[in-house]
Every structure is written in C-alpha cells, then in structure tokens.
C-alpha cells in the first residue's frame, strides 16, 4: 500500500501502530501545527461550502513566525468559505494583532461564491467568555462549526468544552480539535503548588484527574478520548501525535484529539495529517477525493 492509498483510510485504531506510521510516514512538527489545521479546514469547506470557526486562543504563539499562527493561516486560506469567525484572547498585545490581521482581509469576492464574514473579537478570558459568545450568536444545527481548542497547558477549563459539545440541540455537534500536553503534563502537574486540586478541577472537569495522571503515552490519550466519547458523546475521538523534531529527540509533544460527529471528519483529518506539509492537490485531486468520500 502506498502512502497516498493511507491517506484514503481511517487512522489506525491501535494508537501504538498508528504513532509509529504518522512518524515513518509524514509526522507533524511542533511547528507546523497550525498548516495542519489550516489543511483540515480546507478540505472542510471543500464539503461543506460554508462553516464557523471558534479559535479560543487565537493570537499568534509566535508574534514574528505568521507561519504559525493557525487562525491567520485559516482565514486567508482559499476558498474563502468559512462564513463567521468568533476569535478569543487574553492579552491586549494579541487581541491588537487579530485585529490588525483581521482588518487587512480584502473583500469578498463574490466571482468565487465567497459570503460576506462576520467576525467578532472576544478579548479576555476564553473560559468567561465562550457562554456570552453562544448566546449572542446562536449556531443553527445544520450549521458546519470547528472549535480550536489550542491551550498551552491547562487553560482551557472542561466546563468550556462541555458547553460547546453541547449547545447544538440536534445534527452533528460542534467539531472540536482539542490540545492535550503529553510531553509535560506531569512536569506541569508538579510545579503547581498554589491551589493545584482546585485548578486542575477547573481543568479536567472534576476531581478524578490523579485517575488521569496514573497513565502515559498512548493509554493516556486513548483515556482522554474515551472520556470525550463517553461524557460528550461524540461519535469519533482520535488523538493525532504531534512530534518534537528528530534532531531534539523526535518524541511526541502533545496531541490534538479531533472529534466529530462527521463520519467522513476522520478520514479528512488523517489525509490533512498526511497532506499538511505539501503543496496544495489540484483540482482533479480534490474530485478524486470526493468520489473516494462517495464511496465510504
């Protein structure tokens, strides 16, 4: 099987077998993350026509790399056919940079069906913030939405997922693309000293994160998973490995568990994994990948 017929499959279930292919295959650098987020958003609009993106941490980790700044990266990608951007951050430094990048979009050009956006900047924090968000613009469930959930440790608190997970009231929830540090949770987890019980509550959702603590590795994040499945319901959870770069050890950083209730999201995603550090596919390879949704 060649590499391009992979891209065609669902990830591997066995997450032991599926870290060694994305590593021998095509792995995803630490720096690249957000060109694989980019890459799944443009093959989402390809399917949908249309859709919503939520970016709770939205200004660029790095204000010099725009290489890395995913909700920069998502906007300008063509076509531009995502419709609403609701966009989150804390510092006053960022918020000033999304909206500089925010204002220099050009208009929309209506020779390529590209919709009039509404985007709306929420300065502060996230976790006050995403309830008056859904509630100032109700999300109609047929409406396709991608939730970027891109902490850096611990600042995304649970009781933020679960309102996303569940302010649809039917079709398929809101996609969630979920950042969870392997590479130094529990090196984190031990620095905390003021508060740690209550602020990891807050994080995981209740007080069983010791539970959570006792894994490693892929059973670690098979764990998360299954509690994104079982508690939220979503119907497909998967945790795609991030890997630091070889010549620093090449060991997986953290995860980004994608969940949908999409079945044809998994396989998008694992063909973005595979396709994120290469040229966009033409025209006749987009169709190719239609027909091969078709089919499944």
């Not at 590479?183 to 959570?212: F, V």
């Not at 999409?262 to 033409?282: F, V, W």
Request: glycine share 4%; net charge positive.
């Amino acid at each position: 099987m060649s590499a391009e017929d992979f891209l065609f499959e669902l990830p591997p279930a066995d997450l032991k077998i599926a870290e060694r292919k994305f590593k021998e295959r095509n792995p995803i650098w630490t720096g690249c993350k957000a060109r694989l987020i980019e890459r799944y958003l443009f093959y989402f609009v390809q399917i949908t026509y249309h859709g919503t993106y939520i970016d709770a941490f939205a200004g660029p980790q790095e204000c010099d790399k725009h290489e890395m700044w995913s909700a920069k990266l998502v906007m300008e990608s063509s076509p531009r056919w995502l419709k609403n951007f609701f966009l989150f951050e804390l510092k006053d430094s960022q918020v000033k940079l999304l909206r500089q990048m925010c204002n220099s979009q050009p208009p929309p050009d209506k020779t390529k069906k590209e919709p009039n956006r509404k985007i709306k900047i929420y300065p502060g924090d996230f976790n006050q913030n995403i309830l008056m968000m859904l509630r100032e613009n109700p999300i109609r469930d047929k409406e396709a939405t991608f939730c970027l959930l891109d902490q850096r440790t611990f600042e995304c608190d649970w009781a933020s997922v679960k309102a996303i997970a569940d302010h649809k009231r039917g079709g398929n929830k809101i996609e969630l693309f979920y950042f969870f540090p392997e590479g130094w949770i529990n090196r984190s987890m031990k620095a905390k000293k003021i508060d740690k019980d209550e602020a990891l509550k807050k994080w995981w959702g209740d007080s069983s994160w010791p539970e959570l603590m006792k894994r490693q590795g892929a059973v670690r994040a098979q764990y998360v998973c299954d509690r994104f499945k079982s508690e939220l319901k979503y119907k497909h959870v998967y945790p795609f490995p991030i890997y630091e770069k070889p010549d620093k050890g090449g060991r997986i950083m953290y995860y980004m568990i994608h969940t949908s209730d999409h079945d044809e999201a998994p396989l998008l995603m694992n063909r973005a994994y595979g396709k994120a550090l290469d040229i966009k596919e033409t025209p006749e390879q987009l169709d190719l990948l239609k027909v091969s949704l078709a089919k499944n």
